[in-house]
């Protein structure tokens, strides 16, 4: 593998006598690790090793292809690389998980830090997964959509279009984007890409997010900053500078020798010839300076109107403790569900940011009948009493090729179609055909490999 010279350099100069074994661990494979859905339990864990810092972590022997596993679909694990999974470390030694706290995700396609974020904070915690990049958000609603938490809701905004919600954040995470130096190993073109040119650019954009990102947090909030690369100049000189800019805090955690991550003045690095991962940093921070916050906390929903009351058995029967949501409509007939908890929060968001999608699809109303959203068919809160086809690893894959599926019977009106008890989508049978209601841009276009 040909690396850049001022590449090479910097890293002699960062690592000294270690600076062979990081070559070295460059020319071998990257690992795979998943992540697992605790919300969506499945068999078949044990027997692997475990990533260290995070309970929920396995490392897989081998790369297998996820697209051809229903599972991965049907958002039972994601697939994260595993230094980056020292996020659900962080938060553990640093916030109250036993309460709610309002949480931002600032830069979070494609989704694998938010999904982690969801799966370890408090459940009624307000997360909201931020992504300017319109094609990236797409991914990232997607991956968030998969994972089926109520509370987690995404926006496309920069992030100077938070400053009407300033001060409003218990946490905030920041995955900033950088020159990928820590991903050379899985992305050749990350290498082509790099030049000490475009690190400076990118500790520069990285500043102007970390300078909004302060903006939003609250008194005593929590700033995490992390990126995949190596160099001073997007970690630790950035973090530096947040702590003189800013008055931060630098929170020290303790991590176990063992672990491999080498400790920096103010963060922590990741090598992968120390871990098994790849390269990452994290540096995390307290803001200790108070805001007046001027927030107008009664806010309707400009779009919706509250779901009628004649409306509410339409929808009972589809979620499951339905009496935690609160229900709206708006003119398209299209119906969200909103935890009571976090109602006020949303409003908030709602009115200030309007590239937002906040709640959970439940569905919509055509005429007299119903059609159930996809994002309900993927939910942790939709009805266990549903009717449900199970399906076969060919059934699956060709309804998530959104094929036609033959089935030993046929159901009457809506039923999920469900793979190894994990709910893949709908379906609906009319008479003597079964429709496929897989969204069009969720199809597999892989073929699916023959039998011989």
């Known amino acids: 593998m040909h690396f850049p010279e001022a590449f090479l350099l910097q890293m002699q100069t960062q690592l000294g006598n270690e600076f062979s074994d990081f070559l070295e661990a460059l020319d071998t494979p990257a690992p795979t690790s998943i992540r697992w859905n605790l919300q969506k339990d499945h068999n078949n864990k044990d027997h692997f090793d475990h990533v260290k810092w995070c309970n929920s ?33 962080a938060v553990r030694q640093i916030v109250n998980l036993n309460k709610p706290v309002r949480t931002l995700d600032l830069c979070a396609a494609p989704g694998g830090k938010s999904t982690l974020l969801a799966s370890i904070l408090h459940k009624e915690s307000f997360l909201l997964c931020n992504e300017v990049i319109k094609s990236r958000y797409h991914i990232l609603k997607e991956n968030l959509i998969k994972w089926g938490y109520p509370n987690v809701h995404t926006s496309s905004h920069d992030s100077r279009d938070f400053i009407d919600l300033e001060g409003f954040f218990d946490l905030v995470l920041v995955d900033a984007p950088c020159s990928g130096e820590g991903l050379f190993r899985k992305d050749k073109r990350a290498i082509a890409e790099w030049s000490p040119n475009n690190v400076q650019g990118c500790a520069a954009r990285q500043k102007r997010i970390l300078a ?4 939003a947090l609250k008194y005593n909030g929590i700033l995490i900053y992390c990126t995949c690369t190596y160099n001073e ?19 020290v955690l303790e991590i176990p020798d063992d672990w491999g991550i080498v400790s920096k003045t103010f963060g922590y690095q990741f090598y992968p010839h120390r871990v098994r991962g790849e390269g990452f940093y994290i540096a995390c921070f307290r803001k200790k300076h108070d805001i007046d916050v001027k927030i107008n906390k009664n806010l309707p929903f400009k779009k919706w109107k509250p779901l009628p009351n004649s409306l509410l058995p339409v929808v009972q029967k589809w979620v499951k403790n339905w009496d935690d949501f609160a229900f709206f409509q708006d003119d398209n007939g299209i119906i969200t569900g909103i935890l009571k908890t976090q109602l006020e929060d949303c409003q908030i968001v709602a009115q200030n940011l309007y590239r937002s999608a906040i709640g959970l699809e439940i569905g919509t109303i055509k005429g007299k009948d119903f059609v159930p959203s996809h994002a309900l068919a993927l939910s942790t809160n939709i009805s266990d009493s549903l009717l449900a086809v199970n399906l076969n690893k060919e059934q699956a894959l060709r309804f998530l090729k959104k094929e036609h ?13 469900r793979f190894e008890g994990q709910n893949l989508g709908w379906i609906k049978g009319i008479g003597n055909r079964i429709n496929n209601y897989l969204p069009k841009d969720w199809r597999i276009l892989m073929e699916l490999p023959t039998e011989n």
């Not at 292809?65 to 697939?79: E, K, N, Q, R, S």
């Not at 909004?212 to 903006?215: E, G, I, L, M, P």
């Not at 100049?233 to 500078?241: G, L, M």
């Open 57 to 89: 972590a396995i490392y897989l022997p081998e790369r297998p292809i996820f697209t051809l596993d229903p599972l991965f679909h049907a958002g039972v694990y994601y697939v994260q690389e595993a230094s980056s999974m020292f996020i659900a470390e």
């Open 212 to 215: 909004d990102a302060v903006k």
């Open 233 to 251: 100049e997007e970690n630790e000189q950035n973090a530096k500078w947040l702590v003189n800019e800013f008055g931060l805090e630098h929170i």
């Open 405 to 417: 599926i033959q089935l030993e019977s046929i159901p009457e009106g809506w039923a999920l179609a």
